[in-house]
C-alpha cells in the first residue's frame, strides 16, 4: 500500500510541471508579439525545440535567441539553446560553429550559480554528446534530479546519457522512471523509449529493441534516429523486409541520412558504432 501511494504520489507530482507548462505555452501564443518578453520567447520555443526535426530547430532558435537578448542570463533559454545547436550539429552537416555554439550555450546553462534541473539536465546531455566526457555528465545528472526527482524530462535526458555510456542498468531505471512520470501527451516521451531501445539493441535483444523503437517512431515519428534503431533491431532477428521498410520511412524523414554520416557523429564506442553501422547498411541505407 506504501508502495503504491508514493507511485501514486510522484504520478501526480510529476504531472503538475508538464501540464502547467503547457498552459503557460497556450497563454505565450495567445499574448501580441509586440508584448512578448524573454520568458513568452523561450515558452514559444519549447513545442519547435521538442520536434527536433531540422526545419522546427531552426524555429526554436530565431526564438531563443531573442529571448536572450532580452534576458541574457537566463540559463533555461540557453540550455534549449545548446540542445538545438546539438540537434543542428548531429544532424546537419555536423558543422564545428554548430558544435562549438552548443558548448557554449551548455557551459552558460551548467554555469557556478545555476539551481535550474531543466537546464541543467538538458547542459549535461549536450556536453555528454559532443565530448563523450559521460562521468561528468552523469554527475550534473544526479545534482539535477536531486533538486526535483519528480522530473520525466531529466530522467528521460539521464536515460540517454546512460544509453549512450553503456550504463545500462541505470538507463533501463531511469527510462521507465521517465515514463511513469510522464503525462501521456508528453512531447518528450521519445527520449525514454530512445534509451530503453539502444540498450536493448547493444545488449543483443532485438525483439525489445524493435518494440521500444517502434514506440519512439510512434510518439515523434518526425525525429529520424529511431528509424535508424528499428531497422537495426529488424536486422538483429533477421526479418529483412521489415528492416528495409523502416530505412526508406528514415530517409523519407531524413533524405540526407547516410552510415557515413552517423558514423561520424562518433556517439557511443567505436565497436558499438561499427556494428550498428553494419546493421544499417545490411537494412539498405546508403553509405
Known amino acids: 500500500m506504501f508502495d503504491l501511494q508514493d507511485r501514486l504520489t510522484e504520478q501526480i507530482v510529476g504531472s503538475i510541471e508538464p ?5 503557460e505555452i497556450e497563454r505565450a501564443h495567445r499574448k501580441r508579439p509586440e508584448s512578448l518578453d524573454a520568458y513568452d520567447l523561450y515558452l514559444r520555443a519549447l513545442p519547435h525545440a521538442h520536434a527536433n526535426t531540422p526545419v522546427e530547430t531552426d524555429k526554436a532558435l530565431q526564438l531563443l535567441a531573442r529571448s536572450i537578448e532580452l534576458q541574457p542570463d537566463y540559463v ?27 558548448l557554449s550555450h551548455a557551459d552558460i546553462a551548467l554555469g557556478i550559480n545555476s539551481d535550474d534541473p531543466q537546464a541543467m539536465s538538458i547542459g549535461a546531455f549536450v556536453r555528454a554528446n559532443l565530448t563523450r566526457d559521460y562521468d561528468a555528465a552523469v554527475e550534473v545528472l544526479d545534482r539535477a534530479l536531486a533538486l526535483n526527482n519528480n522530473s520525466a ?23 521507465h522512471k521517465a515514463l511513469r512520470l510522464s503525462p501521456l501527451d508528453d512531447p518528450l516521451s521519445y527520449h525514454p523509449y530512445c534509451a530503453l531501445a539502444l540498450t536493448h539493441l547493444f545488449a543483443g535483444a532485438f525483439a525489445d529493441a524493435a518494440r521500444y523503437s517502434a514506440l519512439a517512431v510512434r510518439a515523434n515519428p518526425g525525429f529520424s534516429i529511431p528509424y535508424a534503431y528499428l531497422a537495426a533491431s529488424h536486422v538483429g532477428l533477421g526479418n529483412v523486409e521489415a528492416a528495409h521498410s523502416a530505412a526508406r520511412r528514415l530517409m523519407e524523414v531524413a533524405p540526407n541520412f547516410s552510415v557515413g554520416g552517423y558514423l561520424r557523429t562518433n556517439l557511443f564506442q567505436p565497436y558499438l558504432m561499427d556494428a550498428l553501422a553494419a546493421a544499417l547498411r545490411t537494412a539498405g541505407l546508403p553509405e
Do not use: I, M
Open 76 to 102: 533555461a533559454a540557453h540550455g534549449y539553446a545548446a540542445w538545438c545547436y546539438e540537434q543542428r550539429y548531429l544532424r546537419n552537416g555536423l558543422d564545428p560553429a554548430d558544435k562549438a555554439t552548443a
Open 153 to 175: 524530462l531529466a530522467f528521460g535526458f539521464s536515460a540517454l546519457v546512460s544509453a549512450h555510456s553503456e550504463r545500462h542498468q541505470r538507463a533501463v531505471e531511469h527510462a
Open 19 to 23: 501540464s502547467v507548462r503547457r498552459a
